[in-house]
């Protein structure tokens, strides 16, 4: 993960490639494999909640809240500050009985790649009583994610899921592919922190006028690279948060 962050550093703009839509109309029946897709999405740190033994935290979410059937949940956060911030709300709360305060008072934040998140939901389809692992977006993004959809014209109150912004070089165009100096090879980003898909918008915005950026969830990125098939596929890249990086960089290489 760290060998990508580095190359980076060293990305141009491809300028002019005109790149089809993520969700054109795509014939051909092959996609990428589940492995293929976890290992993009394992270089995107997500962050859970764990007691003293490693398991996870739950909570038990009744059939008439989901209107499906009764699940057993656990947050997966985007971000670490806000994962370490919902233990500090936990164990700071008051009026707790002892199993309560037993529970939360060794509670930690266990930093792992969302491709395990993604093995994980997919090695317990259709198995009943399995833990179901819920994406916990980062407030922030969720709000910009927002006022991009608003500003669009479009009427949103909530955004569904977790947003992903991509720079396309006009509303009917492809999306900007950057370019990795050290290898040539052309990359597409799609970005977890909408400051980083403004600082690319930045850069082609003066080339081409009528460049943006586009707002989707992670769900439909992921659904699509399960279902549809084209080679650029395999050049889509999901970037992880600026906390994000600070955090890989910290980590030890291996």
Excluded: H
């Excluded at 600070?246 to 030890?252: D, G, I, M, N």
Aim: proline content about 6%.
């Amino acid at each position: 993960m760290k060998s990508l962050l580095r190359r980076g550093k060293a990305f141009g703009i491809v300028t002019t490639a005109v790149l089809l839509s993520l969700f054109g109309s795509i014939t051909s029946v092959l996609a990428l494999s589940q492995e293929q897709i976890k290992q993009k999405l394992d270089a995107v740190p997500v962050y859970l909640i764990t007691n003293e033994e490693g398991s996870p935290l739950t909570r038990s979410v009744p059939a008439e809240q989901n209107g499906q059937k009764a699940m057993t949940v656990a947050g997966v956060y985007m971000s670490q500050q806000e994962a370490e911030a919902v233990i500090t709300e936990l164990q700071s709360a008051k009026n707790k009985d002892q199993r309560l305060t037993d529970l939360v008072k060794n509670l930690q934040v266990e930093v792992v790649p969302l491709g395990f998140i993604y093995q994980k939901l997919k090695q317990s389809e259709n198995k009943p009583d399995s833990v179901v692992f819920a994406l916990q977006p980062v407030k922030q993004e969720v709000t910009a994610a927002k006022d991009l959809l608003r500003q669009s014209g479009e009427k949103v109150e909530q955004f569904p899921g977790v947003p992903v912004f991509v720079v396309r070089f006009a509303p009917d165009e492809g999306y900007v592919a950057i370019k990795s100096n050290s290898d040539s090879q052309e990359l597409i980003p799609m970005f977890l922190s909408k400051q980083d898909a403004q600082g690319l918008l930045n850069r082609v915005k003066p080339e081409f006028s009528k460049a943006e950026i586009q707002v989707i969830d992670i769900d439909s990125v992921i659904e699509n690279l399960e279902k549809k098939n084209d080679e650029w596929f395999k050049q889509v890249v999901i970037v992880p948060s600026p906390e994000s990086r600070k955090l890989l960089e910290r980590l030890p290489r291996k």
